[in-house]
T-cell receptor, first 111, second 113 residues
Framework: SQQGEEDPQALSIQEGENATMNCSYK?????LQWYRQNSGRGLVHLIL?????REKHSGRLRVTLDTSKKSSSLLITASRAADTASYFC???????????FGTGTRLTVIP | KAGVTQTPRYLIKTRGQQVTLSCSPISGHRSVSWYQQTPGQGLQFLFE???????NKGNFPGRFSGRQFSNSRSEMNVSTLELGDSALYLCASSLWGTNEKLFFGSGTQLSVL
């Protein structure tokens, strides 16, 4: 399976702290995406990083990509209670119109 | 612009029945992809359609099928339902394919009894 794995499976932090989630994948990719899902709802796109990029920022989000290690990390700075959600990485697999999602990290931000 | 619309939101069926789920993409988006989400297997790719053609299919049995219409709306069908088909079914749309930002609907929660 090309499905990625995320670490940790669950993370609980205090509001204002930073949260870091990691994603590992198995095959070569064109790009890697991060999505957020609130309980039982659809996914919301957060950021896309291409295979030739090493770091990308969007507001309080910072994503890094290490293609040699087949891994990525998502950092959320100054977390808020509204950041409580599940976070998934997704990889495209070169040459195919499909998307493989990681197992997700459940983030809880305590007010 | 209206978002991705999935109907129905909830569905209860019994084993052996069939079900059809609908997805209306964002206006102008030609790619629609479908995913199954379960607690045990996570998010799994079902198939992707672009301009009425299925471009890729995930590792699901033939009971799972789909189609896309000329207005880019898509439907997926599951025949001979099994208990294990209980899941949240999500569709997503984009301009060209799954290697770009996807916009997801809220999903259809299917329960098979």
């Amino acid at each position: 399976s090309q499905q990625g794995e995320e670490d940790p499976q669950a993370l609980s932090i205090q509001e204002g702290e930073n949260a870091t989630m990691n994603c590992s994948y198995k095959t070569s990719i064109n790009n890697l995406q991060w999505y957020r899902q609130n309980s039982g709802r659809g996914l919301v796109h957060l950021i896309l990083i291409r295979s030739n990029e090493r770091e990308k920022h969007s507001g309080r989000l910072r994503v890094t990509l290490d293609t040699s290690k087949k891994s990525s990390s998502l950092l959320i700075t100054a977390s808020r209670a509204a950041d409580t959600a599940s976070y998934f990485c997704a990889t495209d697999g070169t040459g195919a119109n499909n998307l493989f999602f990681g197992t997700g990290t459940r983030l809880t931000v305590i007010p | 612009k209206a978002g991705v619309t999935q109907t129905p939101r909830y569905l209860i069926k019994t084993r052996g029945q069939q079900v059809t789920l609908s997805c209306s993409p964002i206006s102008g988006h030609r790619s629609v992809s479908w995913y199954q989400q379960t607690p045990g297997q996570g998010l799994q790719f079902l198939f992707e359609y672009f301009s009425e053609t299925q471009r890729n299919k995930g590792n699901f049995p033939g009971r799972f099928s789909g189609r896309q219409f000329s207005n880019s709306r898509s439907e997926m069908n599951v025949s001979t339902l099994e208990l294990g088909d209980s899941a949240l079914y999500l569709c997503a749309s984009s301009l060209w394919g799954t290697n770009e930002k996807l916009f997801f609907g809220s999903g259809t929660q299917l329960s098979v009894l």
